[in-house]
Structure formats: C-alpha cells, structure tokens
C-alpha cells in the first residue's frame, strides 16, 4: 500500500505545473474600477470605487475559466461629498440595502479587430 502511495506521489510530481489553473487576486494597489457618466450634456462625472476585490483564475492555456469582483458600494467617490452621499442613498445605489456589488464572469467572446 505504501509503495503505490509514493508512486502517485512521483507521478503526481512529474505533472507539468502548466496543466494547472492559476488563481489571481486581484491587487488594489494597482487596479482602478472607475466611471465616467455625461452630466447636462455639458461635462463628464468622473469616478471610482475606493474598496474592491476579486480572483480570476486561468488555466493552462491562459483562458479566464472563472472570475468575480465584489465591489464596497458605499465607497464611491466622485471628489463631491453632496454627490456622492446622494449615490448612497435609496435614490441610487441603496448601500443600506445593497451593501456589495457583485460581478462574476460566465464567458467572453472572441472579436477580431477590423
């Protein structure tokens, strides 16, 4: 019994680490999630999401098999305390009710540019 336990173990070893999916955590530091929306036809509201976080996970052929984002609502921030208290509120985002935005990838779809 022992025997055929250190030979899966070898075997399982000698498995190329590529065959493998990799997780990723998605790093704050360096990702921004942000928007931009028209305001009266005359200017662009700019903003972003403050506290976030996610994981994608890749498989051997560094094709996205599953990933999902989970975004703090309540952190919005447009550099506008009025505006982005009103976004808090029932008006629009609801964080009360709605305390996590959540994303989570099915599939993508391959578009050559013409």
Same mark, same amino acid.
């Given at each position: =019994? &022992? ?6 173990? &070898? &075997?399982?070893? =000698? ?10 955590? *998605? @790093?704050?530091? +360096? ?8 305001? =009266? *036809? ?29 975004? @703090?609502?309540?952190?919005? @921030?447009?550099? +506008?305390?009025?505006? @982005? ?9 609801? *964080? ?12 993508? +779809? ?5």
């Amino acid at each position: =019994m &022992l025997k055929k336990r250190w030979i899966l173990a &070898l &075997l399982f070893l =000698m498995i190329p680490q590529s065959t493998f999916a990799e997780i990723y955590e *998605v @790093d704050p530091d +360096h990702t921004h999630i942000g928007f931009s929306i028209k305001h =009266m *036809v005359i200017s662009n509201v700019k903003g972003k999401f403050n506290k976030f976080s996610g994981r994608i996970e890749v498989d051997d052929k560094n094709n996205i098999k599953s990933a999902v984002v989970e975004i @703090d609502p309540a952190s919005i @921030d447009t550099d +506008h305390i009025k505006r @982005d208290t009103h976004l808090r509120s029932p008006d629009f985002l609801d *964080v009360e009710k709605y305390p996590k935005i959540t994303f989570k990838y099915t599939k993508t +779809h391959y578009c050559p540019v013409k």
